[in-house]
């Protein structure tokens, strides 16, 4: 099968957004009370991000080198994050609309910026309104089977306990599962007996869609056409793998391609899975074993382990790592694909959905800053969580989800520069983007890597560990060539010897790294 991915990925920069917290416009208007921005944020809380107040920093989002958006939810729904989704065609009013929408598009393409949406298209939530048809209707509703609803109860005429919680009203205990509390099965089952539908991690404020209805199929695939017609750049796919349907998703694509062809296609699975990327699905994934891996090797010793644990994901996947033990694991990544899909893999370093890189890695700054130096010059699409380029942290949902502070007094602006400038770098070198990895030597707590393609060749090496290390990488430099480093502020690695043998011996002082063109 032919892998099909859009070219513009392997050049993009991305930025992924949570709209309630990043920035409120004036021109939003807000219909009532809302959490103060400054304030912790809450489960529950809006702060008032929206769409228009995105426009209104593109310039910021372009001065930091990005090129590529990604939004979480933005359509109308009752939860800040909007993944409880109550009308797909519709952007929520908080967020300004379809008229924000439209403005965001324009002003993004106008800048050559791309912008991705996040669909969720395994549930719903309560409000969506076939949902609410058969909650007032029960069996005589003709929506009845686009959820997964216990029949035989609605055939008997037993209600449908959508707010299980509403019984604390009376002080009697509801046992629903919530965030936080493991779900009973996982699956679904436990919801459907105790509540009379099947819910997303048997969470009863998001009722899972059955796919398996041609006329829900439908529906969904019109949602997805529709908003990569309105001028989307492609979907972020919330748990795709919730979906067992291998013809849903290959669907999903024809519509999308069809509607542009180069719309990108990257699914939240967390896992190596090469079956999603064999051209019939998706582009690339959220590479998050990538972040996992980095983040063990820049971290070190500097490590959260409470942080760590606290997160399933990170907790169970995440694992010091020495200069050839990651250097072991990105090539085993770099080989789990074929090479177009590792040039539009989705590296983030953190998200939404778990604590901040800052935080997993003990405050330290220069895990960040090799994290985000490995990130600008490896294959794949590097992808800041907004906040982490001013040095934002975070624990877990909903602390990861600050509001971003604009006030330049409470912003780390040397790590703001770092950033910018390892950026700057990766858009001005061809060879990051679209160039050969191999690793050029790894020892102790140092690992380089070059990047090379017609055009020239670029060592990157990083030493995570608390003392200097020199690597030597043999037969590296043609006759007369020195090495033209690139400046990246706080830094101080250099070239120890460039002997006329070709062998290239990089002086890398602790906790710092180096890039180099060497042609």
Not at 134 to 141: F, I, K, P, Q
Not at 249 to 275: K, S, T
Not at 321 to 345: C, H, I, K, T
Not at 448 to 461: M, Q
Request: proline share 7%.
């Amino acid at each position: 099968m032919t892998i099909d991915t859009p070219s513009w990925v392997r050049d993009a920069i991305f930025y992924q957004i949570f709209p309630d917290r990043f920035a409120s416009s004036e021109r939003v208007q807000k219909p009532g009370p809302l959490e103060p921005w400054d304030t912790p944020p809450t489960v529950l809380g809006f702060k008032g991000g929206d769409l228009l107040g995105i426009v209104e920093h593109l310039p910021y989002l372009v001065d930091l080198g990005v090129n590529a958006i990604y939004l979480n939810p933005v359509f109308a729904s009752a939860a800040n994050h909007r993944y409880h989704t109550y009308d797909y065609f519709t952007v929520d009013p908080l967020l300004g609309g379809n008229d924000a929408l439209r403005e965001l598009l324009d002003a993004a393409h106008a800048r050559g910026m791309r912008v991705i949406l996040d669909g969720v298209f395994n549930h719903t939530g309560r409000g969506f309104w076939p949902f609410h048809h058969v909650l007032e209707n029960g069996a005589a509703s003709p929506y009845r089977h686009w959820f997964h609803f216990d029949q035989a109860a609605l055939d008997a005429g037993r209600p449908i306990d959508a707010y299980p919680g509403a019984a604390g009203r009376n002080g009697l205990d509801a046992s629903e599962p919530h965030v936080g509390r493991e779900s009973p099965t996982g699956d679904g089952t436990w919801s459907q007996a105790r509540l009379g539908y099947r819910a997303w991690w048997d969470l009863a404020a998001l009722p899972k869609l059955n796919t398996d209805e041609p006329m829900v199929r439908e529906y969904l695939l019109s949602v997805a056409e529709h908003w990569i017609r309105f001028g989307a750049d492609g979907w972020r796919l919330d748990v795709p793998a919730e979906i067992h349907d291998e013809s849903f998703w290959q669907e999903f694509r024809r519509r999308c391609r069809a509607a542009n062809p180069e719309a990108y296609l990257v699914g939240e699975i967390w896992y190596i899975a090469p079956d999603w990327l064999r051209g019939d699905r998706f582009d690339a994934l959220m590479n998050y074993p990538l972040a996992q891996a980095i983040l063990g090797y820049a971290a070190g010793d500097s490590l959260d382990e409470e942080v760590i644990r606290s997160h399933n994901e990170f907790g169970a996947h995440t694992s010091r790592l020495d200069g050839p033990g990651f250097a072991a694991r990105v090539m085993e990544l770099n080989g789990a694909y074929d090479p177009a899909v590792v040039a539009s893999q989705l590296n983030l370093l953190d998200s939404h959905d778990a604590p901040r890189f800052l935080t997993m890695a003990g405050g330290d700054r220069d895990a960040y800053r090799m994290a985000v130096l490995l990130q600008a010059t490896l294959p794949g699409a590097p992808c800041v969580y907004y906040g982490d380029e001013i040095g934002m942290e975070g624990r877990n949902d909903p602390d990861c989800r600050r509001s971003f502070p604009w006030d330049e007094a409470r912003q780390d602006v040397d790590l703001l520069a770092f950033v910018r400038a390892a950026f700057a770098v990766r858009n001005a070198e061809p060879a990051l983007r679209r160039g050969s990895l191999r690793v050029a030597a790894a020892d102790r707590s140092a690992v380089a890597f070059e990047r090379a393609d017609d055009g020239g060749r670029l060592v990157v090496a990083v030493n995570a560990g608390p003392e200097p290390v020199c690597l030597t990488l043999d037969e590296w430099l043609a006759p007369g060539i020195t090495p033209t480093r690139m400046e990246l502020p706080g830094w101080s690695a250099r070239v120890a010897d460039a002997g006329p043998d070709g062998r290239l011996v990089l002086e890398l002082p602790a906790r710092s790294g180096y890039l180099a063109r060497l042609s």
